[in-house]
C-alpha cells in the first residue's frame, strides 16, 4: 500500500503515445482524432455493478500493482491516461459492466511483472484510432455519458465508430482539485 501511495504522489508519469491525426469541431464540442500505440495493459474487468462503483472496486487493484503488489515488488511509475471501457446500450445508459486499461510503462513492456492478484490480468492491446472529447472536473458515469453524446452528435455524418464500446480517460490523481482532465475516446472504424 506505501509503494502504491509513493508511486502515485513522488512516481514517475508517463503519457500513453499517441499521434494527433486531426482536429474538428461542431457547435460546442472540440475533439481529436488521435492514433493511439498498442501495448502490454493491466486490466481489471467488473460486471454487474454500476460503473462508478465498478470504477472504485477495479482502480486500487490496478493502482496497487503498479504501486508493487507484484512478483518483482517494484512500483513501475505512472502511465496516462488511465482509461476503462464502458459498454452503452441503445438509450445511451451504461451496461453494468466495465474494464479498465492501464498501459505499462516502456520500461516493462517486453517483461511486465506479473500481478499478485488473480483479477489484474496482463493483455496485449492493438493501436486504436480514436475521436476524443476532453472535459474537466471530478467525472461521474452521468458526465462521461453526456460527453459521449456531445462527441456523437459533434461526428454525426463525418465519422464512423464503435457503437458497442467506448473509452472514459482520466490523466489525475485523486487528490488534485482543479485542473482535472478527463476525455471520452469513441474508437474510429
Request: charged share 25%; hydrophobic share 35%.
Amino acid at each position: 500500500m506505501l509503494g502504491m501511495i509513493k508511486n502515485s504522489l513522488f512516481g514517475s508519469v508517463e503519457t500513453w503515445p499517441w499521434q494527433v491525426l486531426s482536429t474538428g469541431g461542431k457547435e460546442e464540442v472540440s475533439y481529436e482524432e488521435r492514433a493511439c500505440e498498442g501495448g502490454r495493459f493491466a486490466t481489471v474487468e467488473v460486471t454487474d455493478k454500476p460503473v462508478d462503483e465498478a470504477l472504485r472496486e477495479a482502480m486500487p487493484k490496478v493502482m496497487k500493482y503498479v504501486g508493487g503488489t507484484n512478483d518483482k515488488g517494484i512500483g513501475m511509475g505512472m502511465t496516462v491516461p488511465i482509461s476503462f471501457a464502458v459498454f452503452p446500450s441503445e438509450d445511451g445508459s451504461l451496461q453494468k459492466k466495465l474494464k479498465v486499461w492501464f498501459r505499462i510503462p516502456n520500461q516493462f513492456q517486453s517483461n511486465p511483472p506479473v500481478p499478485s492478484d488473480d483479477s489484474v490480468k496482463i493483455e496485449e492491446r492493438e493501436s486504436i484510432t480514436v475521436y476524443s472529447t476532453q472535459f474537466g472536473g471530478y467525472a461521474k458515469e452521468a458526465d462521461y455519458v453526456a460527453q459521449a453524446a456531445q462527441l456523437r452528435n459533434a461526428l454525426e455524418g463525418t465519422a464512423t465508430y464503435r457503437s458497442d464500446i467506448y473509452f472514459c480517460t482520466g490523466y489525475d490523481p485523486p487528490m488534485k482539485p482543479y485542473g482535472r482532465r478527463n476525455e471520452v475516446w469513441l474508437v474510429k472504424t
